[in-house]
């Protein structure tokens, strides 16, 4: 955790970009510890969950860094239409952040699966995603995207500390994991999962 987490952060850390790196680290960090936290509940883990959920939303940085003017019309036009960034920067840019982070990947020669993971994991039982040779069937992408929205969840229950965050509704596709997820809940501090955040950014921000 610690080497993947400074590695990542060292690598964007001379980016012009006007991001909230504080905000932008805490959240993607958060993924990455409640994706283990996820893959536990069906397997063994080996380090690819938790630099996937790292890495899941980095092409974000990738587009406001190169593409300043852009991202910003980005940013007005999910406010205005109530969506996600990816939905207007496809329209804007003709990819999103998804495929931007996925090539970023590919060009880190980073595992496979954790490139899939990164590209698809707004919509991870995309027929491209599950066609592709060597595919773990959407599980990574899967376990990310519940992470994802698990985060969110987090992040808006700080005053609300012991309150378990469920898996139900989240999304969809953890359906899929039934037979191998036992409990379909997860028993999250909400201020000890903050604490422990923090804990992993320590120093680097």
Not at 40 to 63: P, Q
Request: with cysteine; net charge negative; glycine share 8%.
């Amino acid at each position: 955790r610690i080497a993947f987490t400074v590695a990542m952060v060292g690598a964007f850390a001379g980016f012009s970009a006007k991001i909230d790196w504080k905000k932008f680290w805490f959240h993607n960090v958060l993924v990455a510890r409640l994706t283990e936290r996820i893959v536990r509940l069906c397997r063994e883990v080996d380090g690819t969950e938790y630099l996937s959920g790292l890495l899941h939303d980095i092409g974000k940085v990738i587009v406001e860094h190169y593409f300043p003017s852009e991202f910003e019309r980005i940013i007005i036009g999910a406010i205005e239409k109530q969506c996600s960034h990816a939905q207007v920067e496809t329209t804007i840019l003709g990819v999103d952040h998804t495929q931007i982070g996925a090539a970023m990947c590919l060009q880190m020669q980073i595992h496979p699966h954790i490139r899939r993971a990164v590209r698809f994991h707004h919509d991870p039982l995309c027929p491209e995603h599950l066609a592709e040779p060597g595919s773990d069937g959407g599980f990574l992408a899967i376990c990310v995207s519940a992470a994802d929205q698990v985060a969110n969840q987090v992040e808006k229950l700080r005053k609300e500390p012991g309150k378990p965050v469920s898996l139900a509704g989240l999304a969809p596709a953890l359906g899929l994991l039934d037979a191998k997820m036992k409990p379909r809940t997860l028993d999250l501090d909400v201020h000890t999962e903050i604490s422990k955040t923090e804990g992993d950014l320590s120093g680097l921000l």
